[in-house]
């Protein structure tokens, strides 16, 4: 059992370390107070090859392993969780949809705009009525000649606004249940096709969150993933790997709320002493390492055994539920320690609380990863 990182990896770090301290860190305040996409950030991201980490060098991308892109994830989310969530959906639920199951058009017609040529992804399975019920969907896509109709009102999309490209699932067979659900790929400035809302969000509000709209939208048959009813057997093989990147975001705000909490017990003094000298607090942050390590252990696993080409399900949810946990559990310890402070902007720990609290929603709320778990646990 080898912990050590290869050069590569490490490289990989102090790389995308820099770039967060000196790129993404700078307005991360000004940003999440007004809800603005960093475009610039992402613009520069593409620039050194962090927005097709994993797409294969033939279709653009870096053809970089999965720990590497835990480990960035994990770097950016330790300074904007918004940015890396961003990066997130670009890098796993849109690339991989089209990796494992799209032709070779889609790969090479697709592929290389994300991953290096500016374009953004994005992925699109709730609905208004249909969240862990995805068979729920109203969305549909009638075949008509070489074409699909899609309609229907889908939500909750990251990157919804900017992005260029969208992986829609929607209901070839309303009779199927889920064996009637297929997913496509879908260009923004297509007729019938136009974006709803942009939602006012507790956390992660540097990232756009809305809802797309598909009225009588006409999207080429080459245009489907897979075959038709595969849909809902896409959707959870790209959850799965979707999860990792959860989780290092997760990992990555509970490191940096560790980070500013460790700061500020060894700054703020009261009665005459260091607050981290006290042993109220100086538990509080060993519990708080604790969990932030214990989560890496499970977070670095879950991205090796997707290298090794091994069944991840159960292992991502675990690494996703126990890292957002995780998140949630440090980043309110840590606004306990700053006191007062904790809960005024300036200090960043709570906004690293407010974009904690996704971590443990989507891309399957905990319940979910909890019921995954669990079944894997009793049909063994």
Known sequence: MNFQLTEEQIMVRDTIRDFARTEIKPG??????????????????????????????????????????????????????????????????????????????????????????????????????????????????????????????????????????VVVFAKTDKNAGHRGISAFVVEKGWAGFSTGKKEDKLGIRGSDTSELIFENCRVPAENLIGEEGQGFKIALATLDAGRIGIAAQALGIAQGALEKAIQYANEREQFNKKIGEF????????????????????????????????????KASMAKMFASDTAMYVTTEAVQIHGGYGYIREFEVERMMRDAKITQIYEGTNEIQRLVISRHLLSN
């Open 28 to 165: 991360v305040i000004e940003r999440d107070e007004k809800a603005e996409f960093p475009k610039e950030v992402i613009k520069k991201l593409g620039e050194l090859g962090f927005m097709g980490m994993q797409t294969p060098e033939q279709y653009g991308g870096s053809g970089l392993d999965t720990v590497s892109y835990t480990i960035a994830l994990e770097e950016i989310a330790r300074v904007d969780a918004s940015t890396a969530v961003i990066l997130s959906v670009n890098n796993s639920l849109f690339p991989n949809a089209i990796l494992k199951f799209g032709t070779e058009y889609l790969k090479e017609k697709y592929l290389p705009q994300v991953g290096g040529l500016g374009k953004l992804g994005a992925y699109s399975l709730s609905e208004p009525q249909s969240g862990s019920d995805a068979k729920a969907m109203l969305t549909t896509a009638t075949k008509d000649g070489d074409s699909y109709i899609l309609n229907g009102t889908k939500n909750w999309v990251t990157n919804g606004i900017s992005s260029d490209y």
């Open 279 to 314: 042993q109220g607090v100086s538990f509080k942050l060993a519990d708080m390492a604790t969990r932030v390590d214990a989560a890496r252990l499970l977070v670095y696993r879950a991205a090796w055994m997707k290298d090794a080409g091994m069944n991840l399900g159960e």
